[in-house]
C-alpha cells in the first residue's frame, strides 16, 4: 500500500531491490561430552581455546581421554567448541569437583541423585532435603541448597516426569546458579530412588580416578540440557565426539553393548538434528579383522550422519611418563575444521597430516586397508616421509549416494545456509512474485558455492537447479499455507581411486587429447 502524502514537500522513501543475501553458516564447532577435573556439570559450555578450557575444566587425568581430544582438537586446527562435564567425573585438589551423592529413603546404601558444584572451588555448599511435598502427593519434596549466605529452595519437586510436575532435574539444572544435579540410576522404582531427608555437605573427590556412569547419564536429556542430548540447545554445533565411552570401557564400567548404546544415540542425535556429523571412535585393542567383525556384526551401524576411525593413535603423556594411546576422534574433528578452513566443506577431511601423534596402535598394510575402507572404516596410516595421514573419507552408509563425509557435511551447510537465509519468507503474501525472489536468493547463494568448487558442472545450470512454481505450488497447497521449493544440487565426489592408464606407445603420430 502506497503512503500518504497530505502536505506539498520532498519526500524520501526506502525501497527493498535486489536479492537478499544468504550467508553460509558455520561447518567447524565441535561438541565433546567426557570427564574433566573441575567445572559445571551437565551443562554445554563454549569454550575457544586450550587456555580457557583449562581455566575452566582443569588439564589432564589418568585414564581420561576427554582432555586429550580436546587438545587435538585444537592443535588440529579446530576452533570453538562445546563442552560437557559427566557428572561423575574425577575431582581435583581441595574445592574442586566437589559433589555428593544422596542416600535412599528406602536403603541408606543406594545413592540415585548426585549433586555437584556448578563451580570450582565451591566445596562450602549443603544440600538440604526434606519432605512436605503437596497433599496426596508422597513422591515430592524439598530441595534447599545455601552456600555463603546464599539459599536456593526449590519446592514440590518430584523424580517423576511429566506434564505439569517438577522434575527435580529439569528444574534444579534450568534453575540453579549454585549446583547441577545428575541421577545415576533410573530402572529403580521412584519409591527406591526419592532422596532420603537430611543435610549434606559437597566435598571434592578423594581420588582423580573416572567413576562409572550409565550410558543413559551419557546420552543425556535434553530438558536437563545433560549429555550428548544437550547439545539440542547448540544450534551451532557441527561435529559430536564422546572420546570417554573408551574411558569406561577400557575401565570396565561399559560393556560393548554400552558402547553401541552411546554410540547409536550420536548417529541418532545427528540424524534428527540434520546439521551435524558424528565422529565415532573404534574399539582398542583389536586387528583389522576384529574391528571389521566389531563394525559389521557386532553393530551393524549403517548411518549417512557418522564417521568411524581405526586404529588409536599415540600421543605424548602430558602427566610423565610413555607415550599413551588415545582414541582419534578429537584429532580428526581438528581436522575437519582444518580442512574446511582451508579448503571448504566440500573438500574430504582425508589426506591430511594428524598432528602431535608420534605413533599408532598398530600400522595397518594397504591390503589390510582394502579390506576395511569398503565397509566404512577409515584408516589412519604412516608414509614414509609424508608423516600420519588420515587415509579415508567415508561414512558408516549403505546408501552409494552418502558414501562419503563431504557429501553429507555440506549438504548439511547448504540446507542450514538456506534454512536461515530464508526466515523473512514466513507470511509473505504467497504469489509467483514470492517464488521469484525466493528462487533469486538461493540461486544467488547456490552460484557461490558452485564458484567456490562445492559443485559439480561447468555452468550453474549444470551444477544446480531451483523450482518453485504452479506446478508445486497449488491451489491445494496455498490454501493449507505452504510454499513448495524444489533444489537439486550435484557435488562434488573425492577422487578416491587415481587411476592411470599406462601403455606402451611406438611413436609416431600424436595421440589426440
Given at each position: 500500500?502506497?503512503?500518504?502524502?497530505?502536505?506539498?514537500?520532498?519526500?524520501?522513501?526506502?525501497?527493498?531491490?535486489?536479492?537478499?543475501?544468504?550467508?553460509?553458516?558455520?561447518?567447524?564447532?565441535?561438541?565433546?561430552?567426557?570427564?574433566?577435573?573441575?567445572?559445571?556439570?551437565?551443562?554445554?559450555?563454549?569454550?575457544?581455546?586450550?587456555?580457557?578450557?583449562?581455566?575452566?575444566?582443569?588439564?589432564?587425568?589418568?585414564?581420561?581421554?576427554?582432555?586429550?581430544?580436546?587438545?587435538?582438537?585444537?592443535?588440529?586446527?579446530?576452533?570453538?567448541?562445546?563442552?560437557?562435564?559427566?557428572?561423575?567425573?574425577?575431582?581435583?585438589?581441595?574445592?574442586?569437583?566437589?559433589?555428593?551423592?544422596?542416600?535412599?529413603?528406602?536403603?541408606?546404601?543406594?545413592?540415585?541423585?548426585?549433586?555437584?558444584?556448578?563451580?570450582?572451588?565451591?566445596?562450602?555448599?549443603?544440600?538440604?532435603?526434606?519432605?512436605?511435598?503437596?497433599?496426596?502427593?508422597?513422591?515430592?519434596?524439598?530441595?534447599?541448597?545455601?552456600?555463603?549466605?546464599?539459599?536456593?529452595?526449590?519446592?514440590?519437586?518430584?523424580?517423576?516426569?511429566?506434564?505439569?510436575?517438577?522434575?527435580?532435574?529439569?528444574?534444579?539444572?534450568?534453575?540453579?546458579?549454585?549446583?547441577?544435579?545428575?541421577?545415576?540410576?533410573?530402572?529403580?522404582?521412584?519409591?527406591?530412588?526419592?532422596?532420603?531427608?537430611?543435610i549434606y555437605a559437597l566435598t571434592?573427590?578423594?581420588?582423580?580416578?573416572?567413576?562409572?556412569?550409565?550410558?543413559?547419564?551419557?546420552?543425556?536429556?535434553?530438558?536437563?540440557?545433560?549429555?550428548?542430548?544437550?547439545?539440542?540447545?547448540?544450534?551451532?554445533?557441527?561435529?559430536?565426539?564422546?572420546?570417554?565411552?573408551?574411558?569406561?570401557?577400557?575401565?570396565?564400567?561399559?560393556?560393548?553393548?554400552?558402547?553401541?548404546?552411546?554410540?547409536?544415540?550420536?548417529?541418532?542425535?545427528?540424524?534428527?538434528?540434520?546439521?551435524?556429523?558424528?565422529?565415532?571412535?573404534?574399539?582398542?585393542?583389536?586387528?583389522?579383522?576384529?574391528?571389521?567383525?566389531?563394525?559389521?556384526?557386532?553393530?551393524?551401524?549403517?548411518?549417512?550422519?557418522?564417521?568411524?576411525?581405526?586404529?588409536?593413535?599415540?600421543?605424548?603423556?602430558?602427566?610423565?611418563?610413555?607415550?599413551?594411546?588415545?582414541?582419534?576422534?578429537?584429532?580428526?574433528?581438528?581436522?575437519?575444521?582444518?580442512?574446511?578452513?582451508?579448503?571448504?566443506?566440500?573438500?574430504?577431511?582425508?589426506?591430511?597430516?594428524?598432528?602431535?601423534?608420534?605413533?599408532?596402535?598398530?600400522?595397518?598394510?594397504?591390503?589390510e586397508q582394502d579390506s576395511l575402507?569398503?565397509?566404512?572404516?577409515?584408516?589412519?596410516?604412516?608414509?614414509?616421509?609424508?608423516?600420519?595421514?588420515?587415509?579415508?573419507?567415508?561414512?558408516?552408509?549403505?546408501?552409494?549416494?552418502?558414501?562419503?563425509?563431504?557429501?553429507?557435511?555440506?549438504?548439511?551447510?547448504?540446507?542450514?545456509?538456506?534454512?536461515?537465509?530464508?526466515?523473512?519468507?514466513?507470511?509473505?503474501?504467497?504469489?509467483?512474485?514470492?517464488?521469484?525472489?525466493?528462487?533469486?536468493?538461493?540461486?544467488?547463494?547456490?552460484?557461490?558455492?558452485?564458484?567456490?568448487?562445492?559443485?559439480?558442472?561447468?555452468?550453474?545450470?549444470?551444477?544446480?537447479?531451483?523450482?518453485?512454481?504452479?506446478?508445486?505450488?497449488?491451489?491445494?497447497?496455498?490454501?493449507?499455507?505452504?510454499?513448495?521449493?524444489?533444489?537439486?544440487?550435484?557435488?562434488?565426489?573425492?577422487?578416491?581411486?587415481?587411476?592411470?592408464?599406462?601403455?606402451?606407445?611406438?611413436?609416431?603420430?600424436?595421440?589426440?587429447?
Amino acid at each position: 500500500m502506497s503512503p500518504t502524502y497530505l502536505s506539498p514537500g520532498v519526500y524520501v522513501e526506502e525501497v527493498e531491490r535486489g536479492a537478499r543475501p544468504i550467508e553460509g553458516v558455520g561447518t567447524a564447532v565441535a561438541a565433546f561430552v567426557g570427564f574433566a577435573e573441575k567445572g559445571p556439570v551437565n551443562q554445554p559450555t563454549l569454550v575457544t581455546n586450550w587456555t580457557q578450557y583449562t581455566a575452566t575444566f582443569g588439564g589432564f587425568l589418568p585414564k581420561s581421554f576427554m582432555a586429550h581430544a580436546v587438545y587435538g582438537y585444537f592443535h588440529n586446527g579446530g576452533g570453538s567448541c562445546y563442552i560437557t562435564r559427566l557428572p561423575a567425573g574425577a575431582g581435583g585438589g581441595a574445592g574442586e569437583g566437589a559433589q555428593v551423592a544422596l542416600p535412599s529413603k528406602s536403603d541408606a546404601s543406594l545413592s540415585t541423585l548426585v549433586v555437584s558444584a556448578l563451580e570450582p572451588a565451591s566445596g562450602d555448599i549443603k544440600v538440604e532435603v526434606s519432605g512436605g511435598g503437596e497433599s496426596g502427593h508422597e513422591d515430592q519434596f524439598t530441595m534447599t541448597f545455601r552456600k555463603s549466605g546464599k539459599e536456593e529452595v526449590f519446592e514440590n519437586v518430584t523424580l517423576r516426569k511429566a506434564k505439569g510436575v517438577r522434575n527435580v532435574i529439569e528444574t534444579v539444572n534450568k534453575e540453579s546458579k549454585l549446583v547441577r544435579i545428575a541421577e545415576k540410576e533410573q530402572a529403580l522404582s521412584i519409591a527406591d530412588r526419592m532422596p532420603a531427608t537430611g543435610i549434606y555437605a559437597l566435598t571434592a573427590a578423594a581420588s582423580k580416578e573416572i567413576a562409572a556412569v550409565t550410558p543413559d547419564a551419557i546420552v543425556g536429556n535434553a530438558a536437563a540440557r545433560s549429555g550428548i542430548a544437550g547439545f539440542e540447545v547448540a544450534d551451532d554445533v557441527t561435529m559430536v565426539c564422546v572420546p570417554d565411552l573408551m574411558a569406561l570401557f577400557q575401565a570396565g564400567a561399559i560393556n560393548m553393548e554400552g558402547v553401541k548404546i552411546v554410540q547409536q544415540a550420536m548417529l541418532d542425535h545427528c540424524a534428527n538434528m540434520k546439521d551435524r556429523f558424528a565422529i565415532i571412535d573404534c574399539p582398542p585393542g583389536m586387528n583389522p579383522q576384529e574391528i571389521k567383525d566389531w563394525r559389521m556384526s557386532e553393530t551393524g551401524y549403517d548411518s549417512k550422519y557418522g564417521a568411524l576411525y581405526y586404529p588409536w593413535i599415540k600421543v605424548a603423556n602430558p602427566l610423565g611418563g610413555d607415550a599413551i594411546l588415545v582414541p582419534p576422534s578429537g584429532h580428526m574433528a581438528g581436522i575437519y575444521a582444518r580442512s574446511d578452513t582451508e579448503r571448504g566443506v566440500h573438500k574430504a577431511p582425508a589426506n591430511e597430516v594428524v598432528r602431535g601423534v608420534i605413533g599408532l596402535e598398530s600400522k595397518i598394510t594397504k591390503n589390510e586397508q582394502d579390506s576395511l575402507n569398503p565397509v566404512g572404516i577409515n584408516c589412519i596410516r604412516p608414509f614414509p616421509g609424508r608423516g600420519i595421514r588420515v587415509w579415508g573419507a567415508r561414512t558408516l552408509s549403505s546408501d552409494a549416494l552418502w558414501r562419503y563425509i563431504n557429501v553429507r557435511r555440506l549438504f548439511n551447510f547448504v540446507e542450514e545456509s538456506i534454512e536461515l537465509g530464508t526466515q523473512w519468507v514466513v507470511f509473505e503474501p504467497n504469489d509467483r512474485d514470492l517464488w521469484e525472489r525466493i528462487k533469486r536468493d538461493i540461486k544467488a547463494f547456490l552460484t557461490r558455492v558452485w564458484r567456490e568448487g562445492a559443485l559439480f558442472g561447468a555452468t550453474p545450470d549444470e551444477a544446480f537447479y531451483v523450482k518453485c512454481d504452479d506446478e508445486l505450488n497449488t491451489v491445494e497447497i496455498r490454501d493449507a499455507g505452504q510454499v513448495i521449493i524444489e533444489i537439486g544440487i550435484c557435488p562434488v565426489k573425492p577422487a578416491e581411486f587415481v587411476i592411470f592408464r599406462i601403455s606402451q606407445w611406438a611413436g609416431g603420430a600424436a595421440v589426440a587429447e
